[in-house]
């Protein structure tokens, strides 16, 4: 056997892996347990930062016509210009098959006007081209200004829409509906009331001189002076209504604010009252009142738009139903007021403005 192996069996191995064994010298051990130290919570990771939301079309066009040079600014002018005359010149058209049924709507308050002082209830035409010109072309063309104003005011908002943000070109739709709305409000408010009034009391003036003796004023009244009269009330009463949205862009483009208006708004119930007696054909005071009280009402509808305006940029909201409450009581109480009228005093209901005669 080599001498090596020998060694090795000589010398025992000692029994570590025994609890409580002892190694060659003699020596007692324990095996140690295992201490556990403590470990420190882990914070999860930080989440990865979202990824930017893709580039909208409508942002990336926001500065619109800003980016666009003085000749791109002439060529969208030209091209909505066009447009907004080919509209009209359409209208007109369309306007000019039915000028006679125009002219008879025309000249009725005419007829009414000479009728209620006893005169003859005609129209006096003084140079050969007078009737062609205000029955087949002045006339025809104030009425396809009207009609087509929703066309032509679209024209204007697709050439100015560009240069403002996403949240003002979306105004689009209530820009033309309530311009246009207003204006031809205008227009009906001047047929239907002022143009009425106006027409009676300037034709009712002369017809009590002469009776006593002298010489009696008989109203005669062509044809071209009557319709410039009627332009000018109905195209000046149609701009005038146009007040409460001129004050809500004003209050957009931070001009103005509602506070501002309310504060100072007698200075701008003078402003009208001064107004309205320019654009008021006669002197007289209640014709005055005719054309000054729906231009200050129009004022503070337009002060009340823009307080609407404050409030969703400040993110609040108005209380309808408070204000549609009020407004049903007060048509209630314009309906008993008519009703005790009808039923109690004799009144009568008629088609025509005060709507209400005894």
Known sequence: MPQDEQENKSVPEPAYDQPGGADSHGYQYNEAPLVTLPQEP?????PPNPPPPPPEEDDEDDDGMLRMSFLDHLEELRSRLIK??????????LCLIFAGKLWEIVSEPAAAALRAIGAKPDLAQLAP???????Y??????????????????????FVAPGLYKKERNLAAPFVLSTAGLFIAGGCFAYFVAFRFGLAFLLGIGMNFGITGGAKITPVVSIVDY?????NVMLGIGVTFELPVLIFFLTMLRVVTPGFLI????????????????????PDIVNLLIFAVPMILLYFVGVFAG?????????????????????AGFA??????????????????????????Q
């Not at 081209?129 to 029955?135: A, I, P, S, T």
């Not at 701008?268 to 309205?276: C, R």
């Not at 940029?313 to 139903?321: A, C, I, T």
């Open 42 to 46: 882990q914070t999860p990771p930080p």
């Open 84 to 93: 907004a005359v080919v509209g009209l010149v359409v209208t007109y058209g």
């Open 129 to 135: 081209m007078d009737g062609f010109l205000v029955v």
């Open 137 to 158: 072309f002045k006339l025809p063309l104030l009425a396809a200004l009207f009609i087509s104003s929703p066309w032509i005011l679209w024209q204007v908002w697709a």
């Open 227 to 231: 319709f410039d009269l009627f332009v």
């Open 263 to 282: 504060e100072h708004s007698r200075y701008a119930i003078l402003a009208i009252t001064v107004l309205a007696a320019f654009i008021t054909p006669t």
């Open 307 to 327: 307080y609407l305006l404050v409030l969703s940029r400040e993110g609040k909201r108005f209380p309808w139903h408070i204000l549609l409450m009020l407004l």
């Open 332 to 357: 209630a109480a314009g309906a008993g007021v008519v009703w005790l009228l009808v039923s109690r005093f004799g009144f009568k209901l008629v088609n025509y403005w005060p709507y209400v005669v």
